[in-house]
Every structure is written in structure tokens, then in C-alpha cells.
């Protein structure tokens, strides 16, 4: 059934506001990376100085090149990483429209909704930014004890975190907060099931740019499913 649920948010891609709200997502996400590629490489850039002497060699001048491309090399390696706490702010900003281009295709009779404001929105996903770095690095003591298992604690402790967060979001657009806890307690596993699977992408280069937005029209697919249910 997440399958299915999965199935329909790829099928919309060719859906025109869909599709506007995927691109405008994909810019914001490059340019958050791209920010930390230009920071990375002026920090290195600081830290190393302009020349070095070596012996037999004499003075190396391409100090400045090297650091812009460790810069690159570092981003793309903690792109793994850092896409996770990108997708809690891709949230905040798109989730609304998101939601309300997957309901305005797959679910018409529903009653329209005030929505969330967009400051609530971005307050929220901060809040869990927050609460995902704690845990990472509460987890990054499991990740070093037990180095073999470390990509499947990432993904099932990020698929926690990510499942409930995204279901409780689009939830809280048609429920009161009560029954959306209590709508999602009675479904928690397959919640985390549905957020592990969304994890596992975003720690794939290049497909984890689109993984945020599928995961949200993903969820209120499976909101709907269950709420029904």
C-alpha cells in the first residue's frame, strides 16, 4: 500500500502545479547546498595558507584551487547528511502547496482548508531541524559503535523521525492535533515504514533533490488512506 501511495506522487511529476512547486523546491535545495559548497571553500580557503614551499618542488601556488575543490569533494560526500535536515525545511516552505496540488488532483470533494501559515510552517520545520541534529548526534555514538550496521541505524533513526513529522504536518491540515497523534499512533509502524523508505533515497546523490517533495505528496497519500481506513 505505501507502494501504491509512492506510485501516485511520482505519477503526478507531469502535473503543472505540481510540477512548479517540485522546480521552485529543487532551487531552494541547490542553493542550500551550493551555500555550504561556497562557505566550505572559504573556511578551507582561510585555513590554508596562499603558498606552500615543499622540498625539491619550491613554492605550490594552487592552494586557493585545491581548497575550492575539497569544498565540492566535502559537500557531495555530506550531501548524504545533510539532505536530511533539507528535506524538515523543504517542509516548512512547500508543504501547503504540495498538499494542496496532490488533494486538487486525486481528492476534489474534500473541503478546502486554511492551511498552514507560512511562518508556522517554517517555525516548525526549524523546531525539528533542531531535534533532528540532537538525535544524530546522540546516534552518532551507535553509528561509531557499531560501524557495519551505521547506514541502517541512519536510515531507520531518520525514518522515525521523518515519518512522524511528515504525517503529523499533513495530518494537522484535516484533523484536530488529538486525533492526528492519535491516528498516527495507531498506525506507527507503517509510518516508519513510510519514512525509512523515504530516508534511504535522500542518502543517494542526486535522486535525494526530488526525495523531499515526493515524500510529502507521499504522505498525504498515505494520510488520506489511513484517515479513510
Do not use: C
Not at 545533510?82 to 512547500?94: E, H, K, N, Q, T
Request: net charge positive.
Amino acid at each position: 500500500m505505501i507502494l501504491s501511495d509512492f506510485l501516485k506522487a511520482l505519477g503526478q511529476i507531469d502535473d503543472r502545479a505540481f510540477r512548479g512547486v517540485l522546480l521552485r523546491a529543487l532551487g531552494l535545495t541547490i542553493l542550500l547546498l551550493g551555500g555550504f559548497v561556497w562557505g566550505t571553500s572559504l573556511l578551507l580557503g582561510w585555513l590554508l595558507p596562499d603558498t606552500v614551499s615543499l622540498p625539491w618542488i619550491g613554492d605550490v601556488t594552487f592552494i586557493e584551487t585545491l581548497a575550492s575543490g575539497l569544498g565540492v569533494g566535502a559537500t557531495l560526500i555530506l550531501s548524504i547528511f545533510l539532505m536530511v535536515p533539507v528535506a524538515s525545511l523543504i517542509i516548512g516552505v512547500f508543504l501547503e502547496e504540495i498538499a494542496a496540488a496532490v488533494e486538487t488532483k486525486h481528492y476534489p470533494a474534500l473541503p478546502s482548508v486554511g492551511g498552514t501559515p507560512f511562518l508556522a510552517g517554517l517555525s516548525e520545520a526549524v523546531r525539528f531541524l533542531g531535534l533532528l541534529v540532537g538525535v544524530n548526534l546522540l546516534a552518532l555514538v551507535l553509528y561509531l559503535v557499531f560501524a557495519p550496521l551505521a547506514p541502517l541505524i541512519f536510515w531507520l533513526v531518520n525514518g522515525l523521525l521523518l515519518g512522524r513529522e511528515y504525517f503529523q504536518l499533513v495530518a494537522l491540515r484535516r484533523l484536530p492535533s488529538d486525533k492526528a497523534k492519535a491516528l498516527r499512533r495507531r498506525n506507527f509502524l507503517q509510518i516508519w515504514l513510510a519514512g525509512t523508505l523515504m530516508a534511504v533515497p535522500l542518502t543517494v546523490p542526486v535522486l535525494n533533490l526530488v526525495v523531499p517533495i515526493l515524500g510529502v505528496a507521499t504522505f498525504t497519500h498515505l494520510f488520506h488512506r489511513l484517515n479513510r481506513n
